[in-house]
Every structure is written in C-alpha cells, then in structure tokens.
C-alpha cells in the first residue's frame, strides 16, 4: 500500500470513529427557545437636521478642513499728511518756503503761491513760515523753533 492512501486511510478511519461515538455517547443539544417579544415597535431613527443657517456664520469666519482663510479686506489708506515746511531758501524779495509733500518730495512755494491741497503761502518772516491748508485752516511755524509733532496713522480722522 502507498504511504499516501494509508495516511488517508488512518485519518478518515479516526474521523469515522468520533461520528460513531459522538451518535453513541454525546446528546443532543437543547433546542434554544426564543425570547418573549416585549412588544416595543421598532422603527427607524430619524435624523434631526440642525438648522443650517446657524452654522453659516461658523463656516463665513472658518476655512473648512486646513484651507486658507478668505482674504481680510485691507483697511483704506490714511490720508496723506499735510504739506510741512521744512525751509526757507532765497534772499530778500525772492524767498521760497519749502515745503515737504507726501510721495511728491520737496516743493518750493514762493508767497501768495498755492500748495498742492489747495492751500497758500501767506507769508515769510526770517525763519517763520505762515500758511493757510486746503481746508482754510491758517498754520504758522517758526523753523529750528518750533518741534515738529509726529503725525499718528489714524490721528488725522
């Protein structure tokens, strides 16, 4: 005999034996009687929606999931600061008040002569510089005198 059919032999005949004896020796499971139905109605769970409108505010000020963030509108640019006087060049008759202009440089502005916002050169006296602004507000400086108030961004509102 091959060695194949009698290790095939040997494992059907023990597998044989345990039917054998399990329909001999081994009972029979009990039968599983059911659960008594407590009578609940089911159904299927309904979902609430939230109220979306709620949420809209959240998902306005938040990107979703790691997206970048809307763009904040910039704030509008402060107005330019006033003309300033910086100098007085010129002898006698001739003198020029020079005045520093926001984004323009220095501007040369002899008396009675207009400045860019609309003001005038009322009059040059040694080292004092008076003017009137495009707004009509009249302005007087003494140069090298007086100090020069630093303008704050917002504090031209």
Not at 7 to 17: A, E, H, K, R, T
């Amino acid at each position: 005999m091959k060695p194949v059919v009698r290790d095939s032999g040997v494992i059907l005949g023990f597998g044989l034996l345990g039917a054998l004896a399990c329909l001999l020796v081994g009972n029979s499971p009990a039968s599983v009687k059911p659960r008594e139905d407590p009578g609940l109605v089911w159904d299927t769970i309904r979902m609430r929606l939230p109220d979306l409108a709620v949420v809209d505010a959240a998902w306005e000020t938040r990107a979703p999931w790691g997206a970048a963030p809307r763009p904040v509108e910039p704030p509008p640019p402060p107005p330019p600061p006033p003309p300033t006087p910086v100098g007085i060049a010129g002898r006698g008759r001739n003198l020029q008040a020079i005045f520093m202009i926001h984004g323009e440089g220095g501007v040369r502005v002899p008396v009675g002569g207009k400045l860019p916002d609309g003001g005038q050169v009322l009059r040059i006296h040694g080292m004092q510089v008076d003017w009137v602004d495009g707004e009509g507000e009249r302005h007087q400086r003494r140069l090298f005198v007086d100090p020069q108030q630093p303008q704050a961004a917002g504090a031209a509102e």
